[in-house]
Nanobody, 121 residues
Framework: QVQLVESGGGLVQAGGSLRLSCAASGRTFSNYDMGWFRQAPGKEREFVATINWTGARTYYADSVKGRFTISRDNAKKTVFLQMSSLKPEDTAVYYC??????????????WGQGTQVTVSS
């Protein structure tokens, strides 16, 4: 069992940066690949980034590639999403998830409650 709690969201101007954190509880965090997803109002949840259990492999949605960086610290049971050059279209609730190294949300077993990111123009 893994419980996930996101933090670090907020209001930022376009071009700014935010760093999201996702703290996990449970002894098996390092066994899971991790992902970040987001959901904007009126839209379906979409994939943002994923990282494998060692942190050696990462994969990004085209819309965030070059601007966002996913990382993890297994000793601290935390996964991060560093977001730079933010755009208004990045506004969404951001969720972290534990599961498989994939962009498919159906392959993730555990989800956090989400943290709101709002980018003003």
């Amino acid at each position: 069992q893994v419980q996930l709690v996101e933090s670090g969201g907020g209001l930022v101007q376009a071009g700014g940066s935010l760093r999201l954190s996702c703290a996990a509880s449970g002894r098996t965090f390092s066994n899971y690949d991790m992902g970040w997803f987001r959901q904007a109002p009126g839209k379906e949840r979409e994939f943002v980034a994923t990282i494998n259990w060692t942190g050696a492999r990462t994969y990004y949605a085209d819309s965030v590639k070059g601007r966002f960086t996913i990382s993890r610290d297994n000793a601290k049971k935390t996964v991060f999403l560093q977001m730079s050059s933010l755009k208004p279209e990045d506004t969404a609730v951001y969720y972290c998830a534990a599961g498989s190294y994939t962009a498919n949300s159906n392959q993730y077993d555990y989800w956090g409650q989400g943290t709101q990111v709002t980018v003003s123009s």
